[in-house]
């Protein structure tokens, strides 16, 4: 099982905590308030670590060098960003996500290629769609048989200026739109997939590991 770290715990901090302990991983929760922590449930096994979120030695400390995923979720925008920066820039971390109050930011926050969901639609569900690869496949939509399901799709930076007919044909998806500045844009016959964009596709559900795995490397160079 992997390792998580959750900056912020408060009420999303503290079930995302309990969620993924459930579910069999490992958790490290920091908090610059240590009464923070009485929100998690006496049984908590995971590491709860006093401090502010973007210091170093502080993520240090939650084991943030061996973390799958990094999780900001504090009530300050600023903080949440900084400190997923540090996760991602310093530490390396492939998967983080921050809370965000102002929606206004996003356009920023998406050029820096930080996913973040706005306080206003903000659920503990959303966070983990972002941050466990499995969850995306879960879907959005399904239709009546259950056999399709549109859903987020991580891309490999490679695909990074490849159009979108591109990763149709090499996944065997059909790319519905892609999420650009916070934004939806459908999917045209010239549009390409650029950093920091979200993309979600129409997939046959018993084929999502199979797409993950094709999408998660780099397209075959043509020779």
């Known amino acids: 099982m992997a390792h998580f770290v959750i900056m912020g715990c408060g009420r999303v901090g503290a079930t995302l905590a309990h969620t993924l302990e459930d579910a069999g991983h490992s958790v490290a929760i920091i908090d ?42 504090s009530s300050g925008d600023n903080s949440n960003i900084l400190a997923t920066r540090v996760a991602r820039e310093t530490f390396h971390v492939s998967h983080v996500v921050a809370r965000i109050y102002d929606p206004g930011r996003a356009e920023i926050y998406q050029r820096l290629g930080i996913p973040t969901v706005a306080a206003v639609r903000w659920s503990a569900d959303q966070v983990l769609r972002r941050i466990l690869p499995e969850q995306h496949m879960a879907g959005d939509f399904r239709e009546p048989s259950g056999r399709l399901v549109l859903a987020e799709v991580d891309l490999n930076a490679g695909w990074i200026g490849h159009s979108l007919a591109e990763i149709d044909k090499a996944a065997g998806i059909r790319v519905a739109y ?4 916070g934004e939806g844009l459908l999917a045209g016959p010239g549009t390409a997939y650029q950093e920091g964009d979200t993309v979600h596709a129409m997939l046959a559900l018993e084929r999502s590991s199979e797409v993950a795995r094709i999408l998660a490397k780099a397209p075959v160079k043509e020779s």
């Open 32 to 73: 610059q308030d240590e009464r923070a922590f009485r929100r998690l449930r006496s049984g908590f096994t995971g590491r709860k670590v006093t401090g502010v979120g973007f210091d170093r030695d502080t993520l240090k400390q939650a084991g943030v060098e061996e973390a799958y995923a990094f999780a900001a979720v």
């Open 178 to 181: 892609v999420t650009r500045f």
